[in-house]
């Protein structure tokens, strides 16, 4: 069949719209009909080189919809079913799903390659392959991708909203509640609020912390986190410093969570400056891998008993936290709504990245036709 998709043809090239041919799922694979797509920040590393991926690549890995056909084999879902895409699939039986850390399935050590568990490609156009960004491809009406990268969902929800649970939410959510472990009564530092860092903010409020402290340039986006629960927002880390310092009364925080775009040494040293004794540093934002970006001195680690972690996904499981985040906005416990800034057509794509690059979205979904 055909589809219409956003593709990436190289470095610095801005995403083209054009029609693609798609193969139907084979062996446990499924057909999507994509009804929403997150505008992720993830993309734009790889137009801007920072994570180069194999071109051309159809973008977009935030991605809703309802099944449409199913290989054999496939067990997890049937046609009809509203599902959520999960950027990084879960196979469920690797040593690292079985051990309840599906954020490091093995089945997701390709996804920047953009082919299907089997190494092919279910995307073409001029005689080339073409990958699909987290094997999933959302910047498409249609995709053919593995059962392990879908959750079925409850069919009442909105998909234009539950979308974003299969990225942003969670990695941010998640960066607090797991990673970062914060409790009830600590003090946490956010550096960054885009799509991940507000939902650290939510993840943060929603474990208990006493103080949630945030680092934006953007007033906008300072803004809207004192509306999902922060407590202080400054404009730099060195104003934040001097608050962390008063609240703490000299103790430093207790976590601190880097999720800006692209991080940089400056923002990782203020974020270990920022917590005390027993603090955790957790690292989501990427940035290029030849890039060396944690320099500090390991006594202040030794002696202070430190910790610098990385966080993907969150460290959350997608096939439970999914359905758990979703159930929490069902209940009123979870802000999706609200995250939501602007919707753009698929055609529309390059001009909600520039939006997303200007600071004028915390996020902005795609909607695609009905």
Request: proline share 4%; charged share 20%; net charge negative.
């Amino acid at each position: 069949m055909k589809t219409k998709a956003a593709v990436l043809m190289g470095e610095g090239k801005p995403f083209e719209i054009m029609e693609l041919d798609l193969d139907g799922p084979k062996e446990g694979e499924v057909l999507i009909k994509y009804t929403a797509a997150g505008l992720c920040h993830s993309d734009l590393h790889l137009t801007d080189g920072d994570l180069p991926p194999r071109y051309p690549m159809v973008g977009g890995h935030e991605g809703s919809g309802i099944i449409e056909e199913i290989g054999p084999g496939v067990t997890k879902v049937k046609p009809g079913d509203h599902v959520v895409c999960s950027f990084i699939p879960n196979c469920g039986t690797c040593r690292y799903c079985s051990t309840g850390r599906q954020s490091l399935c093995d089945m997701g050590a390709t996804i920047l390659e953009g082919m299907l568990p089997d190494g092919t490609f279910r995307f073409h156009g001029n005689g080339q392959d073409f990958g699909g960004m987290c094997m999933l491809g959302t910047f498409s009406e249609r995709a053919t991708i593995s059962q392990h990268s879908v959750v079925k969902v409850d069919d009442w929800l909105p998909l234009d909203k539950a979308v974003l649970v299969g990225c942003g939410v969670p990695t941010g959510w998640g960066s607090a509640v797991y990673s970062g472990n914060v409790r009830a009564g600590d003090i946490v530092v956010i550096y960054g609020i885009g799509g991940i860092g507000i939902n650290a903010v939510q993840g943060a409020v929603h474990a208990g912390a006493k103080y949630v402290v945030v680092v934006d340039p953007v007033a906008f986006k300072r803004d809207t986190a004192v509306k999902f629960g922060a407590t202080h927002a400054f404009a730099s880390a060195a104003e934040a410093q001097e608050k962390i310092t008063e609240l703490s009364w000299g103790q430093g925080a207790d976590a601190a969570i880097v999720t800006v775009g692209t991080v940089d040494e400056d923002v990782v040293s203020a974020a270990i400056g920022s917590v005390g004794k027993g603090g955790q540093v957790v690292i989501v934002g990427l940035s290029s891998p030849a890039k060396f970006t944690v320099h500090w001195p390991g006594i202040d680690l030794t002696l202070n008993e430190k910790t610098i972690k990385g966080s993907l996904f969150g460290s959350a499981n997608p096939q439970y936290d999914i359905i758990r985040l979703l159930r929490l906005y069902d209940a009123g416990q979870l802000k999706l709504d609200e995250l939501v800034t602007q919707t753009y057509t698929l055609e529309q794509v390059n001009e909600g990245y520039q939006d997303l690059r200007d600071g004028k979205n915390i996020r902005g979904v795609i909607i695609h036709d009905s």
